[in-house]
């Protein structure tokens, strides 16, 4: 049997396994300094905090070493350490990124490590930032509506080729990142006409599930305002999950509109043809 | 005078992740008002954690299946102590509340003629688990809150629970505070569902977040319901084991599912030299047949890696104290090795193991479609938990109800991967169910002032205790934990846990004396010295347990009593006595009905 596959050398020694991780990127074991904002809605500054580091240490370590032995109270939100919630979100040396899935030995901890809440929101303390604003737009969109079940047992039948697509924009995990990125939020403050790329992914997942019967069309180019993403693919660039969300969501979205409203003959020719 | 604000619902649920939204969802649809309260943001819940998938008859894979099979599974893995009443409704209820998923915008993975597509895993003998990818439990929780949130429920994120409140016997709400402010805030409830989820952070190695403390068990406990079989906790076998800082996060048995085996570092698939006697014949007798069985060939048996989780891990424990383990103390997953069977193996793996694809990627540094794994057990799940009614869902307190993990019986000694899934979808139902049913026909309830009053005064106590840096609640945490892995873990023995017994005495009193730095906003010091009581609590309750049951039976392996006994077929419970001390008492399991006899017998 595939006994091979084993590689036995890598199962023998320690020795061997240390071998393979210097192989690996420069690890670096010692003590580094990280500058993390500590404040509140009123504001705030840059404390640096100066811990070990250990083999295999991601940011989120190295902020919850730092809450336990210098600052209880520095506070953070995290829960599943393996980047599949969407809960510790923060701006590490300026990029947006989860902080669980950072890992130590890809930043240059020569100099000090920065640590920053995502600025498209407002501050509420420390690393943890008011995000309650996405819940509320994800109220305002039209709900799932399937078309009636296909079998007599209540049933659909989907094929897998046709629903990859949407089944990317559901790996979504909610992190907020992309709307952290985009400008229209971030520097332009939008949020009350532009619904951000999470939520343009939100409407592209329900527009193109195949069971979906429902019309959000007018309301993307009105109340949501895709018009006013101008494709810079910042969003698609910081996605965790790495969905492609401006060429898969975004720009089919606009299209759509574009059809809807601005060409008579597509228009007509989907009212005859049903939905898509 | 506390400073509160005041909440009014017919219906209290307390969590949100898949069991809480479920019964959200189910209460608010029979028309009584809904609070639905949880520790973190909405969708953030364990539930999101989720990988391997959700079991359910539908039989879309395998036409052999039905609910009596997967009946006949789950008490098998359970080994018989559970509360069959439940595993009966959950068998026969789970696929319908799936297909509903579906109905609300779930898009699992799909079969070649367009139906929901299942896989294998552990303990289920045909093709059950309902998946997406390895992200099942995000696509379950996303489906239900985008559902909910159109319901009319009133979520409340972000607030803590500390204590239920009551009038005479019965349940009349909660009390709590919010992480943001630490303002307090007051529930007022009819009836009330907990769906607080397990108790992980009570050991050091475990695949569970900063929320999972316990609090409902501890709640329930001390609003005076019945505890059961707090000594069955789940050690899921495969967790991360290096480097340290990912140490517990769980490995899907979604890899065995997919054709991964477990060798020791001498090379040896080691699963194939104890195959239990009540699942060998249905065990594979060589790694041809278990090939075969994880692709698809229905009359071969699945491999000796896919044995129900509690045998797997001491099998893992045993190749590690035996000194076959690997470098930091576990042993190899290997699904690389399928390369020799699959072309284009690595896409494969991708494809269907997307996310332990990119989380060893990315926090280990390896490829798992070149390089095995290295895999150790990881506490991951409590069977035991707050004792209900199987129909219902109530617990021994009138107007108090619990689902999800935090509720017991379903699984017995031992869950199968899979049935937590489904219980909190069939079982949040319920409990949405009735506590509504429950809150329509009750009467209006008191708030006792006073009790308000205490539980504000001892959660501000931590600031009035100057907390010195070196011990903090963080410190006393950390000590339970290591203690508890150390001397509750997954080998037990008497001595051992009259140690824990007496650690968990002195770290209640260090958990006393701990002060908390800074503000009462968004204070993580404040948030985990008021889990400390809650996480103290239970670890109590599961030593207790652990003592009581001298068996070893599922989770529960006694190096003092290696066998299972048959005079322990009997839940434990565990109940506040009127001191104020924990007591614990023996409760025989009603008989089976002769259909459900019938059932197990042909299914032996
Ligand atoms: C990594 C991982 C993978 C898993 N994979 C699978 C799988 O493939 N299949 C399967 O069937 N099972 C799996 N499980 C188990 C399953 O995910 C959990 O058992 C299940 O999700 C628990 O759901 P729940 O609704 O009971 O609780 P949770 O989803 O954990 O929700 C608990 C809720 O209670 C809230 N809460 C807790 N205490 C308080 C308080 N004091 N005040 C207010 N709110 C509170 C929390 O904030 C949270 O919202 C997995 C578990 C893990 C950790
Ligand atoms: S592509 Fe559009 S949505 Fe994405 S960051 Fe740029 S402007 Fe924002
Ligand atoms: S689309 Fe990507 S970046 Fe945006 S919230 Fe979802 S996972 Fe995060
Ligand atoms: S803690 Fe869940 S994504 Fe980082």
Redesign the pocket.
């Known amino acids: 049997m595939a006994v091979e596959a084993l590689k036995p050398d890598f199962a023998d020694t320690g020795e061997q396994l240390e071998k393979q991780s210097a192989s690996h990127k420069q690890e670096q074991v010692g003590r580094a300094t990280f500058r993390v904002w500590r404040g509140d809605s009123t504001g705030g500054k840059l404390v640096d905090y100066t811990t070990q580091v250990t083999e295999g240490m991601v940011v989120?370590d190295a902020i919850h070493q730092i809450q336990a032995d210098q600052a209880n109270d520095l506070a953070v939100?995290?829960?599943?350490?393996?980047?599949?919630?969407?809960?510790?979100?923060a701006e590490v040396n300026g990029n947006p990124r989860?902080?669980?899935?950072t890992r130590l030995n890809d930043l240059n901890l020569e100099e000090p490590v920065t640590v920053e809440p995502m600025r498209a929101f407002p501050a509420v303390r420390d690393l943890v930032t008011d995000v309650s604003w996405n819940f509320t737009v994800k109220k305002r969109i039209k709900r799932f509506k399937p078309r009636p079940p296909d079998a007599p047992d209540g049933t659909w039948r989907m094929a897998q080729a046709d629903i990859g697509r949407v089944q990317e924009f559901r790996k979504c995990?909610e992190?907020y990142l992309c709307q952290d990125v985009c400008h229209v939020l971030r520097d332009h403050h939008k949020h009350d006409s532009f619904i951000g790329p999470r939520f343009l992914v939100y409407v592209a997942a329900l527009e193109m599930h195949p069971l979906d019967t429902e019309n959000r069309i007018a309301e993307l180019k009105e109340a949501h305002g895709v018009g006013y993403c101008n494709i810079t693919k910042c969003c698609t660039a910081v996605c965790?999950e790495n969905i492609t969300i401006t060429d898969n969501a975004i720009i089919p979205l606009k299209e759509r509109v574009v059809d809807e409203f601005f060409d008579p003959i597509a228009r007509l020719v989907r009212l005859v043809r049903g939905k898509r | 005078m506390t400073d509160y604000q005041t909440h009014d619902h017919d219906v209290l649920v307390i969590g949100a992740g898949g069991a809480g939204l479920r019964a959200a969802i189910e209460a608010a649809a029979s028309g009584v008002s809904v609070g639905l309260v949880c520790k973190s943001l909405l969708g953030?819940a364990h539930t999101v954690?989720a990988e391997g998938g959700v079991a359910a008859a539908l039989a879309n894979v395998d036409d052999r299946d039905n609910w009596r099979v997967h009946f006949a599974d789950t008490m098998r893995g359970g080994q018989y102590v559970n509360n069959w009443r439940m595993a009966e409704l959950h068998a026969r209820e789970a696929p319908e509340r799936v297909r509903e998923l579906e109905a609300w915008g779930a898009l699992f993975d799909r079969t070649d003629d367009g139906r929901i597509l299942q896989r294998n895993f552990g303990g289920h003998r045909y093709p059950r688990l309902a998946h997406v990818g390895d992200r099942t439990g995000l696509e379950m929780i996303r489906t239900l809150q985008d559902h909910g949130v159109h319901q009319g429920i009133d979520v409340h994120m972000e607030v803590t629970i500390l204590s239920l409140l009551m009038d005479g016997d019965r349940v009349a709400g909660a009390f709590g505070y919010d992480r943001e402010r630490g303002r307090f805030r007051l529930f007022r409830a009819k009836a009330v569902v907990l769906a607080t989820g397990g108790i992980g952070r009570a050991y050091s190695i475990t695949s569970n977040?900063w929320e999972y403390t316990g609090d409902g068990h501890a709640l329930a406990y001390h609003a005076g319901a019945a505890l059961q079989d707090m000594e069955f906790v789940q050690f899921h076998p495969t967790g991360m084991v290096w480097p340290p800082s990912v140490r517990g996060i769980l490995v899907t048995e979604g890899v065995r599912g997919e054709g991964g085996v477990l060798k020791n570092r001498e090379g040896r698939r080691f699963m194939f030299d104890d195959i239990p006697e009540n699942y060998r014949s249905q065990t594979a007798d060589t790694p041809e047949e278990g090939w075969s069985y994880t692709q698809g060939d229905k009359n071969a048996r699945r491999p000796p890696e896919l044995l129900t989780r509690d045998h797997v891990a001491r099998c893992i424990v045993r190749e590690v104290r035996e000194g076959r383990g690997s470098p930091h103390g576990g042993v190899y997953l290997d699904i690389a090795w399928i390369k020799e069977r699959l072309p284009k193996a690595a896409e494969h793996i991708r494809r269907k193991l997307p996310s332990m694809y990119h989380q060893f990627k990315q926090l280990a540094d390896i490829d798992i479609t070149t390089t095995p794994m290295e895999v150790g057990p990881t506490t991951h799940y409590i069977m035991g938990g707050i004792r209900v009614d199987g129909d219902t869902q109530m617990s021994t307190v009138p107007g108090l109800y619990a689902a999800g993990e935090c509720a017991a019986g379903l699984h017995g000694a031992n869950r199968l991967g899979g049935n937590s899934l489904s219980d909190l979808l069939v079982f949040g139902k319920r409990a949405g169910e009735f506590a509504a049913k429950f809150a329509k026909e009750a009467h209006d309830t008191r708030i006792d002032a006073g009790q308000l009053e205490e539980t504000a005064a001892i959660a501000l106590e931590p600031f009035s205790r100057n907390g010195s840096p070196g011990e903090g609640p963080f410190q006393v945490q950390q000590d339970l934990q290591t203690m508890m892995q150390d001397l509750v873990g997954i080998v037990r023995t008497d001595s051992e846990m009259q140690r824990a017994l007496e650690g968990i005495g002195k770290l209640g009193d260090r958990a006393r004396r701990a002060g908390v730095q800074g503000n009462r906003e968004y204070n993580p010091g404040w948030h985990t010295a008021l889990d400390l009581p809650n996480l103290l609590t239970i670890s109590e309750a599961i030593t207790r347990s652990a003592i009581e049951r001298k068996e070893s039976r599922g989770g529960h392996f006694r190096d003092d009593y290696q066998d299972k006994d048959p005079a322990f077929g009997i839940n434990v419970l565990v109940r506040k006595g009127a001191g104020g001390e924990m007591q614990l008492s023996r409760e025989a399991i009603p008989a089976l009905p002769p259909e459900l006899k019938q059932i197990i017998e042909e299914m032996k």
Do not use: E, F, Y
């Not at chain 1, 989860?98 to 899935?101: I, S």
């Open positions: 989120l939100r995290w829960n599943c350490k393996a980047g599949k919630c969407g809960s510790c979100s989860l902080m669980c899935m995990i992190c965790p | 953030k954690m977040s």
